[in-house]
């Protein structure tokens, strides 16, 4: 079945610095979702991409649609104390998650 | 709106014990579905259901049983708990499956089983 890959598992930032959380689709995908859970919480959707190559951006995050429609990225600028949380990709209308990226903070 | 609503919020079973986790949405959402939740492992889908009176198996639907009789509820089913079910658990409406609709999720449920 359809495999949802997501790196890195964890990722420990300075506050002020970036990060990109990737995501890999085994198989072409007709569209790509994106969501956050803090600690403690439950997801909550972020965005939806749907065309090859598209970007669209929120504030500081940008997320990215790869032109075979295999792969998705989230790029956060100047990550702040309240990005932290695990981010995960979700393909296949929202049946296959990746395992998540979660995000730490240091002030 | 409540949106969606899980309970109970915590739950600890013994071994071989049965219980039902409650999932009802306002949202008149036509797709509904089941989520366990390990560490490392994301979200790994259990059950869903795409209307009343429909479900359908996910990836990991061992063990548990679930129904749709009506738009707003959809329940999930441990028939006889194992420890290996040990899991965070959510459950998640979205308005229609058809090209691509976001996912609501409630709350969760932590289940420990002994």
């Known amino acids: 079945g359809q495999q949802v890959m997501q790196i890195p598992q964890y990722q420990h930032v300075q506050e002020g610095e970036d990060f990109t959380t990737y995501c890999n689709s085994s198989t072409t995908l007709s569209n790509i979702q994106w969501y956050k859970q803090r600690p403690g919480g439950h997801p909550v959707f972020l965005i939806q991409?749907?065309?090859?190559?598209e970007v669209k951006k929120q504030k500081r995050l940008t997320f990215q649609f790869g032109e075979a429609k295999k792969n998705s990225s989230l790029h956060i600028t100047a990550t702040q104390t309240t990005d932290v949380g695990t981010y995960f990709c979700?393909?296949?209308?929202?049946?296959?998650f990746g395992a998540g990226t979660r995000l730490t903070v240091k002030p | 709106n409540a949106g969606v609503t899980q309970t109970p919020k915590f739950q600890v079973l013994k071994t071989g014990q049965s219980m039902t986790l409650q999932c009802a949405q306002d949202?008149?959402?036509?797709?509904m579905s089941w989520y366990r939740q390990d560490p490392g492992m994301g979200l790994r889908l259990i059950h869903y259901s795409v209307g009343a009176g429909i479900t359908d198996q996910g990836e990991v639907p061992n063990g548990y049983n679930v129904s749709r009789s009506t738009t707003e509820d959809f329940p999930l089913r441990l028939l006889s708990a194992a420890p290996s079910q040990t899991s965070v658990y959510f459950c998640?409406?979205?308005?229609?499956?058809?090209?691509?609709?976001?996912?609501?999720f409630g709350n969760g449920t932590r289940l420990t089983v002994t």
């Open positions: 998640a409406s979205s308005y229609t499956t058809k090209g691509g609709s976001p996912l609501h």
């Open positions: 949202m008149n959402h036509e797709y």
């Open positions: 991409l749907v065309k090859s190559g």
């Open positions: 979700a393909g296949k209308e929202g049946m296959r």
